[in-house]
């Protein structure tokens, strides 16, 4: 049986290496729009594609919307926060990136950019 919430999230959603930001249910509110499910990549700071230099984060720059999934017979959007990466060394041309796909989600689901 596995006890850890992080190993448990990516059990029901179905998922791995996400991580769980956080859940709004619409039924709180009385409606019946679907479940929204705020996630994540986690796994290890991508190296820069340009020089394979250390990346830093820009915090999260856009939300892409993966939708026709499913919680007990529920429906559930999953609210995918994809993080921007950029190199600070001076003598490196890479420009700024996006997490890359890590675990198939964008071509598990259709999706929609919300940002
Ligand atoms: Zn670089």
């Known amino acids: 049986m596995q006890q850890t919430p992080i190993r448990i999230?990516?059990?029901?959603?179905?998922?791995?290496?996400?991580?769980?930001?956080?859940?709004?249910?619409?039924?709180?509110?009385g409606s019946k729009a679907p479940l929204r499910v705020h996630i994540e990549c986690r796994g290890e700071r991508p190296k820069c594609p340009v020089c394979n230099g250390m990346s830093y984060s820009k915090g999260t720059t856009s939300l892409v919307e993966l939708y026709d999934l499913q919680s007990f017979g529920r429906p559930v959007r999953l609210i995918w926060h994809k993080r921007r990466w950029e190199c600070r060394d001076?003598?490196?041309?890479?420009?700024?990136?996006?997490?890359?796909?890590?675990?198939?989600?964008?071509?598990?689901?259709?999706?929609?950019?919300?940002?």
């Open 9 to 29: 999230a990516e059990i029901l959603l179905g998922l791995k290496d996400v991580n769980l930001i956080g859940v709004e249910d619409p039924a709180d509110e």
């Open 90 to 115: 001076g003598n490196c041309s890479s420009p700024s990136w996006s997490d890359v796909d890590t675990s198939a989600l964008c071509h598990k689901f259709p999706t929609i950019s919300l940002q």
